[in-house]
T-cell receptor, first 116, second 116 residues
Framework: AQSVAQPEDQVNVAEGNPLTVKCTYS??????LFWYVQYPNRGLQFLLK??????LVKGSYGFEAEFNKSQTSFHLKKPSALVSDSALYFC??????????????FGSGTRLLVRP | EAQVTQNPRYLITVTGKKLTVTCSQN?????MSWYRQDPGLGLRQIYY???????DKGDVPEGYKVSRKEKRNFPLILESPSPNQTSLYFC???????????????FGNGTRLTVT
């Protein structure tokens, strides 16, 4: 079965420190992976995606994610956290459907709290 | 401004009283989808639509209906709401849901529904 796991409900980090939000996946075929961020009272916003190519993907707001095929992981990272990065982060994997369409399967979300 | 607009933002209703949550996008997107977000469960897909007059069930369609008479609109209908449908609902759209196109989803700001 195709799935996405975010093992941490919450990640706490001090401003200025590096942050990592973990994501592992299980999917048949080539994985297409995404990260979205949700700020309070808002919908999800696209951060970055991995389709093919370099294992390190750069996205919006200084975030990047590292694709690791052997570990089936796609961890979100940022070298220096900001208080304004505090939000709910979702990892998602593209799952192909029988009719050649696809859907996104989302993880359960990880709340990032950056303290001043 | 490119956006997905949902209305209302907040809705409190009673069991059995039919309601509709509207969703409209101004990006000429083919693909639209409804999700519900519940704590610890992430986002689960309710229904999706590949194009006008083409809709299909997602993972949790029971108790919901949708229609896609026009490209821009994708209303979510609860014919007889029940308390277990209390949730945060998101509409989303993307350019297409077909094949290898990996255009990101654009989300509305959400509708918080409470059914008593």
């Amino acid at each position: 079965a195709q799935s996405v796991a975010q093992p941490e409900d919450q990640v706490n980090v001090a401003e200025g420190n590096p942050l990592t939000v973990k994501c592992t996946y299980s999917v048949s075929g080539n994985p297409y992976l995404f990260w979205y961020v949700q700020y309070p009272n808002r919908g999800l916003q696209f951060l970055l995606k991995y389709i093919t190519g370099d294992n390190l993907v750069k996205g919006s707001y200084g975030f990047e994610a590292e694709f690791n095929k052997s570990q089936t992981s796609f961890h979100l990272k940022k070298p220096s956290a900001l208080v304004s990065d505090s939000a709910l982060y979702f990892c998602a994997v593209r799952a192909p459907l029988m009719d050649s369409s696809y859907k996104l399967i989302f993880g359960s979300g990880t709340r990032l709290l950056v303290r001043p | 401004e490119a956006q997905v607009t949902q209305n209302p933002r907040y809705l409190i209703t009673v069991t059995g009283k039919k309601l509709t949550v509207t969703c409209s996008q101004n990006m000429n997107h083919e693909y639209m989808s409804w999700y519900r977000q519940d704590p610890g469960l992430g986002l689960r897909q309710i229904y999706y639509s590949m194009n006008v007059e083409v809709t299909d069930k997602g993972d949790v369609p029971e108790g919901y209906k949708v229609s896609r008479k026009e490209k821009r609109n994708f209303p979510l209908i609860l014919e007889s709401p029940s308390p277990n449908q209390t949730s945060l609902y998101f509409c989303a759209s993307s350019l297409t849901g077909q094949g290898d196109n990996n255009s990101p989803l654009h989300f509305g700001n959400g509708t918080r529904l409470t059914v008593t």
